[in-house]
T-cell receptor
Framework: DADVTQTPRNRITKTGKRIMLECSQTKGHDRMYWYRQDPGLGLRLIYYSFDVKDINKGEISDGYSVSRQAQAKFSLSLESAIPNQTALYFC??????????????FGPGTRLTVL | DQQVKQNSPSLSVQEGRISILNCDYTNSMFDYFLWYKKYPAEGPTFLISISSIKDKNEDGRFTVFLNKSAKHLSLHIVPSQPGDSAVYFCAASLVDSNYQLIWGAGTKLIIKP
């Protein structure tokens, strides 16, 4: 079984609709992240959470919200989807080790299309 | 303002030869640099990293070189194999920013048989 799962894998929706993307992990990591990827661009951080009570905005949080329901679950919501939110969305987890960097483990991604 | 740049969108290499992927950065305060590999329809997977206090790190066929004076790092794959065909992302982290990763745009590596 995959360590980081994302649902749905693909979603087509219309402008103005509310959408929720879900992420679950079995790695036991405290840190979780949401990224989006657009063609020709690297991954850009939307939100991140270092534990259940800690939520932080990333580089591009406008138009998005998140909920950390448990250590293993981190969901991303688009309150009112717009076409420029069409992108590939990735969830990631990490477990920062002392003396090392924050190696992140990614889910398979959700391809979201907003018409 | 792109802090991490991968200027080659794609690279084609013959199987068995060396693949060299390049990455430039602007922030001299980055603490770690990482390379990730991504296949279609999958999430990125961690490949190799290097601390800013080192100039080389090796793991099997993969070696990362860091040139701090030039603010440049490169990933060498020797020998290149068909399964290496993927998109490679360079990323950098800052301890002062809780190790948030700043990503390059990626380079698509194609290994020709």
């Amino acid at each position: 079984d995959a360590d980081v799962t994302q649902t749905p894998r693909n979603r087509i929706t219309k402008t103005g609709k509310r959408i929720m993307l879900e992420c679950s992990q079995t790695k036991g990591h405290d840190r979780m992240y949401w990224y989006r990827q657009d063609p020709g661009l690297g991954l850009r951080l939307i939100y991140y959470s270092f534990d259940v009570k800690d939520i932080n905005k990333g580089e591009i949080s406008d138009g998005y919200s998140v909920s950390r329901q448990a250590q293993a679950k981190f969901s991303l919501s688009l309150e009112s989807a717009i076409p420029n939110q069409t992108a590939l969305y990735f969830c990631a987890t990490s477990d920062l080790q002392v003396g090392s960097t924050d190696t992140q483990y990614f889910g398979p991604g959700t391809r979201l299309t907003v018409l | 303002d792109q802090q991490v740049k991968q200027n080659s969108p794609s690279l084609s290499v013959q199987e068995g030869r060396i693949s060299i992927l390049n990455c430039d950065y602007t922030n001299s305060m980055f603490d770690y640099f990482l390379w990730y590999k991504k296949y279609p329809a999958e999430g990125p997977t961690f490949l190799i990293s290097i601390s800013s206090i080192k100039d080389k790190n090796e793991d099997g066929r993969f070696t990362v070189f860091l040139n701090k004076s030039a603010k440049h790092l490169s990933l060498h794959i020797v020998p290149s194999q068909p399964g290496d065909s993927a998109v490679y992302f360079c990323a950098a982290s800052l301890v002062d920013s809780n190790y948030q990763l700043i990503w390059g745009a990626g380079t698509k590596l194609i290994i020709k048989p």
